[in-house]
């Protein structure tokens, strides 16, 4: 394109000085090296470099090198962009193609509990917005820090040899109580000494999350949390797949499976990609609300599970989520298709024949009672609150055990051993 202009800029003054037949062989060259066409190229020509006298001291000169951008009146004005924002941060900041299947209904819900009251304008073009409008629209308020994560997985005993392996390839369940399980470390960055887990439960089919803080690794907190769990979810619990750590591979838990009858598979070591559902749901909903503090301690521990009653009617009720459908390699390119967003709620009813006419309506009663902004607003709450806590666990050095009190405690292990 600059070559072009600059060889029109140099005919155009030649142009004009010419005779008619000259003009016509340089229209002739101008055609053959720019492409344009006869009558264009005739304009252009004809234009470029033309004065115009405005006033005694102003003089206009055509450019033909210089493009004018199309003026065009926005249609998505500020009230609207101002509504969006608002929805998009109560949905906990989710993309254009999670949002926009959802508008329809939040923003019925919202006005019914009377947190937004958009004029009517306002709300039909907000309506009708597409997903890619969604996400050019929100560009600026994408500026998000990212984090990398830390594993405090251990390998299991020996009778993980009892535990067949499944991979995520193998994943095709298509009706909900196939859950895959992970713990979360509130560490802080410093293994040493005791810390707060979270339990997280993710059903393979619906994305139904569950979340339970316990306050450490150990076998027996781990069962007790997924008993809690279990008791909680709206469906039966059918079939159980965890990492290869030790307080998941083990008799107890393998016991408790083969008792009632529930399917007990693992990963292959050192595959995330085979717990990719719980996985995903690790940093979207724990990370995401928790963050990466040090958490330890009974008070800590109770404000989590406080925060977590919260959040899994957030995420469950009010969080849509996309599910991949086909992935097809094209040359070096890998293509995914993904279905509609919809929320775990959502994919949970379109299972009937996995619940009861009785679960199917306290399900249905339950997600009318969420206002999805106070739930955002209580969450927003706990979350300061723990953050604070753990501030001033921090200030008072009971979360982070210093490097001698950690040797102090291993050498009075010994000692005691010893004796």
């Not at 009146?73 to 254009?96: F, H, N, P, S, T």
């Not at 959040?311 to 040359?331: A, D, V, W």
């Not at 723990?386 to 009190?405: D, E, F, K, N, S």
């Amino acid at each position: 394109m600059k070559e072009r202009q600059a060889v029109l800029a140099a005919t155009a003054a030649r142009y004009r000085k010419a005779t008619k037949k000259e003009k016509r062989r340089i229209l002739d060259e101008l055609v053959e090296l720019t492409s344009y066409s006869r009558s264009y190229a005739t304009f252009v020509l004809r234009h470029h470099g033309q004065r115009v006298r405005l006033t005694k001291q102003t003089v206009l000169v055509a450019d033909a090198r210089q493009q004018s951008k199309r003026e065009r009146q926005r249609y998505y004005d500020e009230q609207v962009v101002a509504l969006l924002v608002k929805l998009w941060r109560i949905m906990d900041c989710i993309c254009g193609k999670r949002l926009a299947p959802v508008l329809p209904q939040l923003v019925e819900r919202l006005e019914r509990f009377g947190e937004i009251s958009p004029t009517a304008e306002t709300r039909a073009k907000l309506l009708q917005i597409s997903a890619a409008t969604i996400d050019r629209l929100l560009a600026k308020e994408r500026a998000r820090a990212s984090l990398k994560a830390r594993s405090r997985t251990r390998p299991g005993t020996l009778l993980k040899q009892q535990v067949p392996i499944r991979t995520f390839a193998e994943w095709d369940e298509l009706r909900p109580g196939f859950v895959e399980i992970d713990l979360v470390a509130h560490d802080g960055g410093v293994a040493a000494g005791e810390y707060l887990y979270t339990l997280c439960v993710t059903d393979v089919c619906t994305g139904w999350t569950e979340a339970e803080a316990i306050k450490n690794k150990a076998q027996v907190w781990t069962f007790e949390a997924l008993c809690k769990v279990q008791q909680r979810l709206p469906f039966a619990l059918l079939g159980i797949d965890s990492d290869n750590g030790a307080e998941f591979i083990n008799a107890h838990l393998i016991n408790y499976c083969q008792q009632q009858q529930l399917t007990f598979t693992r990963s292959r070591p050192y595959r995330k990609n085979d717990n990719c559902y719980v996985e995903q749901k690790n940093y979207s909903v724990i990370r995401r609300a928790v963050g990466y503090q040090r958490l330890a301690g009974e008070g800590a521990q109770a404000h989590l599970n406080e925060l977590y009653a919260t959040l899994r009617l957030y995420t469950n009720y009010c969080q849509p989520s996309m599910k991949l459908k086909e992935k097809q390699r094209i040359g070096s390119r890998v293509q995914k298709r993904y279905d509609m967003a919809q929320t775990p709620y959502q994919r949970l009813l379109a299972c009937a024949e996995a619940l009861s006419e009785e679960q199917q309506q306290a399900l249905r009663e339950e997600e009318a009672q969420q206002n999805p902004a106070a739930l955002q607003r209580r969450i927003s709450s706990l979350e300061q609150r723990l953050l604070r806590q753990a501030a001033a666990a921090a200030r008072a050095g009971r979360a982070v055990p210093t490097a001698a009190a950690v040797r102090e405690s291993a050498a009075a292990s010994q000692a005691s051993s010893g004796r």
